[in-house]
């Protein structure tokens, strides 16, 4: 913990009402409020002071809400693109990346912008917390979560589907306060989520809550953040890939906050965000300016997901109707979500490596080659200042680097698990 570092004060909000409330520790809902909305977090400071690179992630600080600071933290680094940006014909293009690139000046270890969300909730617990944490995730937020909850001892059970198993690498082995249950082989990421409810519902656990953390999602802003400061203004159009969008959420609210700081502008940027084909049920919705999801029929999803190269845009339920959630940040700010197939992400993720010099993350090649093909047929014009949000690269260069080693799940249940038994086996674990 960094000793300078005093809590930072801050409220909570209702989306749906307005209404202002203290947070009460771990809130994640409005209370007393039963249609479904999104909370923020309103800080004292209004205007962010960013402070100097070796506080990590939390040189933001101001704008996280947390209590504490841990170690080991290293926040998204942004930089005018040359190769690209040459290539695509733009003239402000800026690359935001969140990855292990530790020449560019960003040492995240696992590789991926996850580690901006766990770092800021891992913060906001309290010393006094002493239930386990619960995780679900498709791979890269179960990575980050296990990296910092290892190396603070935060006990921890992560849920991933069992395909995903490749995702879990680690360059040392992990702290024993972290466990990892499995929905088996031919389970989606929804699966995994049904599985972390059933766990989170027991008395000791309780559930990190995703995108209804303000704590994930004003980590996550720190990329946008990033790229306004080192810019010096709000840029005009972001691009990023998106399962759950909870990264364009915090991004359009992370905007709002800026544009109150006074020093930035009060561009409202376009949301630009993409899905992988043919698994695109957010697109769906936004195409036929539904609020609601589509339905998706369950069989279909699966499938659907095996399909996809960027297995981490696989959320069948996302924050999109909700309060707050990505219909109503797009609604405000405008954009597009933009598709694009497996073909054209290894493209652009080739591209990117020649023209850039670093590998990325399938995601953030979903993300680039929609940028590319924007570029191409003139949604974005040479001037227009352009933030790609890069949210994971530097995997290959950190594995080239290291010894890996993989976790192993205590137990995988079956796709539809009976929850007594899965309460059962879950409570030995951390006897």
């Given at each position: 913990?960094?000793?300078?570092?005093?809590?930072?004060?801050?409220?909570?909000?209702?989306?749906?009402?307005?209404?202002?409330?203290?947070?009460?520790?771990?809130?994640?809902?409005?209370?007393?409020?039963?249609?479904?909305?999104?909370?923020?977090?309103?800080?004292?400071?209004?205007?962010?002071?960013?402070?100097?690179?070796?506080?990590?992630?939390?040189?933001?600080?101001?704008?996280?809400?947390?209590?504490?600071?841990?170690?080991?933290?290293?926040?998204?680094?942004?930089?005018?693109?040359?190769?690209?940006?040459?290539?695509?014909?733009?003239?402000?293009?800026?690359?935001?990346?969140?990855?292990?690139?530790?020449?560019?000046?960003?040492?995240?270890?696992?590789?991926?912008?996850?580690?901006?969300?766990?770092?800021?909730?891992?913060?906001?617990?309290?010393?006094?917390?002493?239930?386990?944490?619960?995780?679900?995730?498709?791979?890269?937020?179960?990575?980050?979560?296990?990296?910092?909850?290892?190396?603070?001892?935060?006990?921890?059970?992560?849920?991933?589907?069992?395909?995903?198993?490749?995702?879990?690498?680690?360059?040392?082995?992990?702290?024993?306060?972290?466990?990892l249950i499995c929905s088996?082989?031919?389970?989606?990421?929804?699966?995994?989520?049904?599985?972390?409810?059933?766990?989170?519902?027991?008395?000791?656990?309780?559930?990190?809550?995703?995108?209804?953390?303000?704590?994930?999602?004003?980590?996550?802003?720190?990329?946008?953040?990033?790229?306004?400061?080192?810019?010096?203004?709000?840029?005009?159009?972001?691009?990023?890939?998106?399962?759950?969008?909870?990264?364009?959420?915090?991004?359009?609210?992370?905007?709002?906050?800026?544009?109150?700081?006074?020093?930035?502008?009060?561009?409202?940027?376009?949301?630009?965000?993409?899905?992988?084909?043919?698994?695109?049920?957010?697109?769906?919705?936004?195409?036929?300016?539904?609020?609601?999801?589509?339905?998706?029929?369950?069989?279909?999803?699966?499938?659907?997901?095996?399909?996809?190269?960027?297995?981490?845009?696989?959320?069948?339920?996302?924050?999109?109707?909700?309060?707050?959630?990505?219909?109503?940040?797009?609604?405000?700010?405008?954009?597009?979500?933009?598709?694009?197939?497996?073909?054209?992400?290894?493209?652009?993720?080739?591209?990117?490596?020649?023209?850039?010099?670093?590998?990325?993350?399938?995601?953030?090649?979903?993300?680039?080659?929609?940028?590319?093909?924007?570029?191409?047929?003139?949604?974005?014009?040479?001037?227009?200042?352009?933030?790609?949000?890069?949210?994971?690269?530097?995997?290959?260069?950190?594995?080239?680097?290291?010894?890996?080693?993989?976790?192993?799940?205590?137990?995988?249940?079956?796709?539809?698990?009976?929850?007594?038994?899965?309460?059962?086996?879950?409570?030995?674990?951390f006897k």
């Amino acid at each position: 913990m960094n000793k300078d570092f005093t809590p930072t004060k801050y409220i909570l909000k209702s989306f749906k009402t307005g209404k202002e409330f203290e947070d009460a520790g771990w809130t994640l809902d409005a209370p007393g409020e039963s249609a479904p909305t999104l909370i923020r977090a309103i800080y004292d400071k209004k205007q962010i002071d960013v402070k100097d690179d070796s506080w990590g992630l939390y040189k933001f600080a101001d704008w996280l809400p947390i209590g504490r600071t841990l170690e080991g933290s290293s926040a998204p680094v942004t930089y005018k693109s040359e190769g690209l940006a040459k290539e695509l014909g733009l003239e402000n293009l800026w690359i935001t990346f969140s990855g292990y690139w530790p020449e560019k000046g960003t040492n995240m270890q696992t590789a991926s912008f996850k580690e901006t969300e766990a770092y800021s909730v891992c913060g906001r617990m309290t010393d006094n917390m002493n239930q386990v944490l619960v995780v679900a995730s498709a791979g890269n937020t179960s990575r980050a979560f296990a990296k910092v909850c290892s190396e603070n001892n935060i006990p921890l059970i992560i849920c991933v589907p069992e395909d995903n198993l490749s995702a879990l690498w680690f360059d040392k082995p992990l702290n024993d306060c972290v466990k990892l249950i499995c929905s088996k082989s031919g389970s989606d990421y929804f699966d995994a989520i049904h599985l972390s409810n059933i766990v989170a519902a027991m008395d000791g656990f309780i559930a990190e809550g995703g995108a209804k953390n303000v704590a994930r999602r004003d980590g996550m802003a720190t990329t946008m953040l990033s790229a306004t400061t080192t810019i010096g203004q709000i840029p005009d159009y972001y691009f990023q890939a998106v399962g759950s969008g909870t990264g364009a959420i915090a991004a359009w609210e992370a905007n709002l906050r800026l544009i109150e700081d006074g020093r930035f502008g009060s561009t409202k940027m376009k949301l630009m965000v993409s899905q992988n084909t043919p698994f695109t049920p957010i697109h769906d919705a936004w195409k036929v300016d539904s609020r609601a999801m589509l339905p998706l029929d369950d069989q279909l999803a699966r499938e659907q997901v095996e399909e996809i190269v960027a297995k981490v845009l696989s959320n069948r339920k996302p924050p999109y109707p909700i309060a707050g959630g990505l219909y109503d940040a797009m609604k405000d700010a405008g954009g597009a979500v933009l598709l694009a197939s497996n073909d054209q992400a290894a493209e652009a993720g080739k591209l990117f490596l020649e023209l850039e010099g670093n590998d990325i993350h399938p995601a953030s090649a979903i993300a680039t080659a929609t940028l590319i093909e924007a570029a191409k047929n003139g949604t974005v014009k040479k001037d227009d200042l352009i933030m790609l949000n890069i949210t994971g690269g530097g995997e290959e260069k950190f594995k080239n680097e290291n010894e890996l080693v993989y976790l192993k799940p205590e137990i995988v249940f079956d796709i539809n698990p009976d929850e007594a038994e899965v309460k059962k086996k879950v409570a030995i674990l951390f006897k």
